[in-house]
């Protein structure tokens, strides 16, 4: 019996200590890279067009009547894209992320924050 209590409680013990998957990955993330997975699924646009990031890596829009498509990924929390607009080739670039409310700012490297509106 005693045996039996031991064991109950070592066993209430140690699932108290458990996470669950999404909590682990949750403190394995940084707050960057939490700020731009809160992207994730949301349309963001300006005055020029709008895009959506997607959770398999793939980035989907329209800027000035031209499809826009590439992937992204975080790279040391940033930002990191690819990809086209119609003709017009976009370099690979990382860029800061930041969210004030509904307004989201993207910053590439040494230029002028992008502001979207994420809806």
């Known amino acids: 019996m005693y045996k039996a209590i031991v064991a109950a409680c070592a066993a209430l013990t140690l699932s108290a200590c458990m996470q ?14 939490a700020t731009i997975q809160s992207l994730v699924g949301k349309r963001l646009s300006n005055d ?4 959506t990031l997607h959770a398999d890596g793939r980035v989907t829009g329209e800027f ?10 975080v790279v040391d929390g940033q930002y990191c894209r690819s990809g086209s607009i119609g003709e017009r080739e976009l370099p ?23 502001i979207f509106t994420m809806g």
């Open 92 to 114: 690979y670039e990382c860029q800061d992320v930041s969210v004030n409310g509904s307004e989201v700012s993207f910053t590439p490297p040494g230029g002028d924050a992008r």
């Open 48 to 51: 020029q067009g709008y895009a």
């Open 64 to 73: 000035g009547g031209a499809v826009f498509a590439g992937t992204w990924t």
């Open 20 to 33: 669950t998957e999404t909590e682990m990955t949750q403190d394995m993330v940084s707050p960057e890279e």
